[in-house]
């Protein structure tokens, strides 16, 4: 597609229940990107992947977090069991390869409420 | 570990220049980054400066970078309303892939 596309927009959910964060790529771009952005707390990176691995999974915030990307193209982020403090938005961004640090462009993100 | 800090607010007047700075920790960054953010609406590459450069201008935007200080400035010339908006400061690493590290944000305040 044209940009970086991401599903669904806004997503209020019960505490407790699982949310899937979808994220469409730039096609081409094969390095995916996901970042959290809360309130007052800046951007945070979770987790990046080069095609369909995930090198370093560090980033995530806890073991209620995955993700996954098949198919070197589409992305979910995977909350089970949410709590408040997971409200957030949740941005995917993907680029070229980490050799084309200069092309990396954001969706416009999903906004996460949990209450 | 790798930190990136910025001012949190700057208000200036129309047609004034605004200059937002930072500073950067990792010296191996290679590129480095500003982006923009709208109320609302999602990151907004404005541009970014190889590590090799001092400085790149686009525009109105002039980028500078000290690479000895690391020390990354923007300046935006002949500031207008709707540039009011957060800057993010950002680099790169390789060792996560090249995902960017980024400031807090610079809350950018222009009056008429």
């Known amino acids: 597609g044209a940009g970086v596309s991401q599903s669904p927009s806004n997503k209020v959910t019960e505490k407790g229940k699982d949310v899937e964060l979808r994220c469409d790529p730039i096609s081409g771009h094969t390095a995916l990107y996901w970042y959290r952005q809360s309130l007052g707390q800046g951007l945070e990176f979770l987790i990046y992947?080069?095609?369909?691995?995930?090198?370093?999974k560090s980033g995530l915030p806890s073991d209620r977090f995955s993700a996954e990307r098949t198919g070197g193209s589409v992305s979910t982020l995977t909350i089970q069991r949410t709590q408040q403090e997971d409200s957030a938005v949740y941005l995917c961004?993907?680029?070229?390869?980490?050799?084309?640090?200069?092309?990396?462009?954001f969706g416009e993100g999903s906004w996460l409420t949990v209450v | 570990g790798e930190d990136v800090e910025q001012s949190l607010f700057l208000s200036v007047r129309e047609g004034d220049s605004s200059v937002i700075n930072c500073t950067y920790t990792d010296s191996s960054s290679t590129y480095l980054y500003w982006y923009k953010q709208e109320p609302g609406a999602g990151l907004q590459l404005l541009t970014y400066i190889f590590s090799n450069m001092d400085m790149k201008q686009d525009q109105r935007l002039t980028v500078l970078l000290n690479k000895k200080d690391k020390h990354l400035s923007l300046r935006i010339a002949d500031t207008q309303t709707g540039d009011s908006a957060i800057y993010f400061c950002a680099e790169g690493l390789w060792s996560n892939g090249g995902a960017l590290i980024f400031g807090k944000g610079t809350t950018l305040s222009v009056s008429s």
């Open positions: 992947f080069q095609g369909n691995s995930a090198p370093d």
């Open positions: 961004a993907s680029s070229q390869g980490p050799t084309s640090g200069n092309t990396i462009y």
